[in-house]
């Protein structure tokens, strides 16, 4: 039975979610499996991916032929490596500890990459949310500022209303008070 390292997947409707299996070549793709390695989740950035080295390189070791998808995953967890320097170990080329050496040293400059891809998108994601709440602020300004002239332009209009108006009622007193002053003489 040639065993197969690959994904199973899980999730919602357009939400994917994947499990990293080891599973019998001629079982379908979401059916049984022999061992759960890991999990990869796509939808994150960078996607997430949560694996067990080891258990990987002894499945590798064994024989089991990873998927395309699932050869690119073992590569960026590392898997592939630790595997090719444990041919390296067994033939002599190289000692454990320089293997280990050079698979930690690996794995610092991973997540050294990892860790400033997210601190860049972070920044970003941060640099668009400013930008984003400074035009809205403009755009509150400028509204605010339309409001405002439309409110004096009303009151000015209101008060030289109130003006007329009061004239025309200082007007009218006048009138009635120069009709009234001769018939009392």
């Known amino acids: 039975m040639p065993s197969r390292i690959r994904l199973q997947r899980h999730g919602k409707k357009n939400q994917p979610f994947y499990h990293i ?5 001629r079982a379908p793709r979401d059916g049984r499996f022999i061992e759960k390695l890991g999990t990869y989740n796509p939808m994150t950035n960078p996607a997430e991916i949560v694996l067990n080295v080891d258990k990987a390189v002894e499945w590798l070791k064994n024989g089991a ?34 293997a280990d050496v050079k698979f930690n040293q690996w794995l610092q400059e991973k997540e050294a990459k990892i860790n400033s891809k997210k601190s860049d998108l972070e920044n970003t994601r941060r640099n668009e949310k400013k930008a984003s709440l400074e035009a809205e602020k403009k755009v509150n300004e400028t509204k605010a500022a339309a409001v405002a002239a439309k409110r004096q332009a009303a009151a000015e209009a209101e008060a030289a209303a109130k003006a007329e108006a009061e004239a025309a009622e200082n007007a009218e007193n006048n009138e009635a008070t120069e009709t009234e002053a001769p018939a009392t003489e």
Do not use: F, W
């Not at 299996?21 to 070549?25: E, F, I, K």
């Open 21 to 25: 299996v080891v599973a019998d070549g």
């Open 65 to 98: 032929q990873p998927s395309t998808t699932a050869r690119r995953i073992l590569s960026y967890k590392g898997a592939m490596l630790k595997r090719h320097l444990q041919i390296g170990v067994e033939k002599g080329a190289i000692t454990q500890e320089q």
